[in-house]
């Protein structure tokens, strides 16, 4: 079993940072991507970032240039560095990861209870 506890959410106001963590704990060999989604009040979850194990990087064109992801493998642990926040980065934020459990087993996707950010003055 795998757990992803995320945390670093919270209210700022337009134009201010925040950053999201999320560490994975249980049985883990590997995780081949860990990656972050938000889902904003009435609207489908969507993605935000994405890493990949081979250190490859990915953003929505909504965040690009003011979020940053950024891995620790050894902690397995992924972090989102948000700046230069706005009213419509308002939702739920949920990390998500792929995790192997053994050598050569498949990889399990797992999502972690999600952290609000809230961007209002």
């Known amino acids: 079993q795998v757990q992803l506890v995320e945390s670093g959410g919270g209210l700022v106001q337009p134009g201010g940072s925040l950053r999201l963590s999320c560490t994975a704990s249980g049985t883990i060999f590997s995780i081949d991507y860990m990656d972050w989604y938000r889902q904003a009040p009435g609207k489908q979850r969507e993605l935000v970032a994405a890493s990949t194990i081979g250190g490859s990087t990915n953003y929505a064109v909504s965040v690009k240039s003011r979020l940053t992801i950024s891995r620790d493998s050894a902690k397995n642990t992924v972090n989102l560095q948000m700046n230069s926040l706005k009213p419509e980065d308002t939702a739920d934020y949920y990390c998500?990861?792929?995790?192997?459990?053994?050598?050569?087993?498949?990889?399990?996707?797992?999502w972690g209870q999600g952290t609000r950010v809230t961007v209002s003055s």
């Open positions: 998500n990861a792929g995790v192997r459990t053994n050598w050569g087993g498949r990889t399990y996707d797992y």
